[in-house]
Nanobody, 124 residues
Framework: QVQLVESGGGLVQAGGSLRLSCAASGRSFSSYAMSWFRQAPGKEREFVAH????????YYPNSVKGRFTISRDNAKNTVYLEMNSLKPEDTAAYYCAAAMGYPRYANPDDYGYWGQGTQVTVSS
């Protein structure tokens, strides 16, 4: 079991940056692959970034590639999402998610643990 708590959301102007954190409690954080998803009102949950449990591989959709960076510190049981060059279309609630092993990283159904979300609002 793992519990996830996101932080770092807020209001930022277009072109700005934010860093989200997801703190995990529970056992064996380093055994979990981690991802960030986002969901805007009236839209489906969207994959944003994935990092393997070792941290050796990361994956992004084209919509955020080159602007967002996922990282993890297994000693601190924390995963991060560095977001740069933010756009109004990045506005959403951002969720971190955890899965054991090798999930289909873009499929939210493969993740058994979710945080409560943190709101990111990008103004134009």
């Amino acid at each position: 079991q793992v519990q996830l708590v996101e932080s770092g959301g807020g209001l930022v102007q277009a072109g700005g940056s934010l860093r989200l954190s997801c703190a995990a409690s529970g056992r064996s954080f380093s055994s979990y692959a981690m991802s960030w998803f986002r969901q805007a009102p009236g839209k489906e949950r969207e994959f944003v970034a994935h990092i393997t449990f070792t941290g050796s591989n990361t994956y992004y959709p084209n919509s955020v590639k080159g602007r967002f960076t996922i990282s993890r510190d297994n000693a601190k049981n924390t995963v991060y999402l560095e977001m740069n060059s933010l756009k109004p279309e990045d506005t959403a609630a951002y969720y971190c998610a955890a899965a054991m092993g090798y999930p289909r990283y873009a499929n939210p159904d493969d993740y058994g643990y979710w945080g409560q979300g943190t709101q990111v609002t990008v103004s134009s």
